[in-house]
C-alpha cells in the first residue's frame, strides 16, 4: 500500500518509542474540545487510487471461535483496533488519515443513523483498507429493548449497510457496549451474524479527560490478540492515536482488522 511507512526497527524504537509515550504521560497532551479543529486538520485523506479496499466480507462462522469474540490469538504479535462509527464525520476522517499514516488496518463498527447521515464515510473506511461492521441502527441499549425491537436495530443497520457497501457487514457488536445477552446473540446469528464482536481492552476514551489517561489505559492492558474498543470520532482518541499507534509498533505488534486478527 502505497505511503505505508517501513516498519520501526525495533532497536531505534526502545528509546525513541519509551521517550515519545512517557513524554505524553508526563507532560500531559491532552486536547479538549478546543483542539477540535487542529486534530481534524492536516494532509487530505488517501484517494482510492493509492489504497487497495478491503474486500467486504459476508460473515462467517469461525471454527474453534465462541459466538462471542473478546481476543485473538495471544501467540501472534498482532492487535486490532476496533472503533465505534459515530459522531463528527471529519474528525472521523482525520482519525482514519492517522491510522493510515501508520501503516495499520482497523474495524469500524458503524452505526445505521450515523452512516444515513453520512454515506460517504462507508466508502471512506473500506477504501482506507479497513473492514466495516454493524453497530445498531440507533445506538439504543438493547437490553433495554423487545425482542421485536432489538431485531430490527440490528437488521435495520444490516440494511444500510448492505446497500452501501454491497454487504451487511463483517461483524456485528452490541450497543451501548461489548457483551451481548443470549437473546441478542440468537437475533444476531439470524440476522447472518454469526459472531459478537467484543474486546478485551476498553479505552474508555468516552471518559477520558486527556491523552494521557487513553494511552494508560490501552497500553497498559494491550498484549498479543487483543482487541481494543475505541471510538472513530473524539478528539482525544484522535489525539492518541499517533501515539498509541507509535507504541503498538515499538511493542513489535501490528494493528490489523478482526478478520486479519482471526485468520
Known amino acids: 500500500?502505497?505511503?505505508?511507512?517501513?516498519?520501526?526497527?525495533?532497536?531505534?524504537?526502545?528509546?525513541?518509542?519509551?521517550?515519545?509515550?512517557?513524554a505524553?504521560?508526563?507532560?500531559?497532551?491532552?486536547?479538549?474540545p478546543e483542539g477540535a479543529a487542529s486534530v481534524a486538520g492536516g494532509a487530505p485523506a488517501p484517494s482510492p487510487s493509492t489504497l487497495t479496499p478491503t474486500a467486504v466480507r459476508a460473515p462467517r462462522r469461525l471454527p474453534g471461535q465462541p459466538v462471542?469474540?473478546?481476543?485473538?490469538?495471544?501467540?501472534?504479535?498482532?492487535?486490532?483496533?476496533?472503533?465505534?462509527?459515530?459522531?463528527?464525520?471529519d474528525l472521523a476522517a482525520a482519525a482514519l488519515t492517522r491510522i493510515e499514516r501508520a501503516g495499520a488496518r482497523v474495524t469500524v463498527l458503524a452505526v445505521g443513523s450515523w452512516l444515513d447521515a453520512h454515506p460517504a464515510m462507508a466508502r471512506r473506511i473500506?477504501?482506507?483498507?479497513?473492514?466495516?461492521g454493524n453497530h445498531t441502527q440507533n445506538h439504543r441499549d438493547l437490553t433495554t429493548l423487545d425482542e421485536r425491537t432489538v431485531y430490527e436495530?440490528?437488521?435495520?443497520?444490516?440494511?444500510?449497510?448492505?446497500?452501501?457497501?454491497?454487504?451487511?457487514?463483517?461483524?456485528?457488536?452490541?450497543?451501548?457496549?461489548?457483551?451481548?445477552?443470549?437473546?441478542?446473540?440468537?437475533?444476531?446469528?439470524?440476522?447472518?451474524?454469526?459472531?459478537?464482536?467484543?474486546?478485551?481492552?476498553?479505552?474508555?476514551?468516552?471518559?477520558?479527560?486527556?491523552v494521557p489517561a487513553v494511552l494508560r489505559k490501552v497500553t497498559g492492558e494491550l498484549r498479543p490478540g487483543s482487541v481494543v474498543g475505541l471510538s472513530l470520532a473524539r478528539p482525544v482518541t484522535v489525539a492518541a492515536l499517533p501515539l498509541l499507534l507509535t507504541e503498538i509498533d515499538r511493542r513489535g505488534l501490528h494493528a490489523v482488522t478482526a478478520t486479519e486478527l482471526l485468520s
Request: charged share 25%; net charge positive.
Open 1 to 22: 500500500m502505497e505511503g505505508r511507512r517501513a516498519p520501526v526497527r525495533r532497536r531505534d524504537a526502545l528509546g525513541a518509542g519509551a521517550a515519545i509515550l512517557a
Open 24 to 32: 505524553a504521560l508526563t507532560a500531559g497532551c491532552a486536547r479538549g
Open 68 to 89: 462471542r469474540i473478546t481476543h485473538g490469538p495471544r501467540d501472534r504479535p498482532r492487535v486490532a483496533l476496533t472503533f465505534e462509527g459515530r459522531g463528527d464525520p
Open 126 to 132: 473500506l477504501d482506507g483498507g479497513h473492514e466495516i
Open 153 to 210: 436495530e440490528i437488521t435495520a443497520c444490516a440494511r444500510r449497510l448492505r446497500r452501501l457497501t454491497g454487504s451487511i457487514g463483517t461483524w456485528f457488536r452490541p450497543s451501548p457496549g461489548p457483551d451481548a445477552t443470549p437473546l441478542v446473540q440468537h437475533l444476531a446469528r439470524r440476522a447472518g451474524y454469526p459472531h459478537v464482536l467484543s474486546y478485551d481492552v476498553e479505552s474508555l476514551d468516552h471518559t477520558a479527560t486527556g
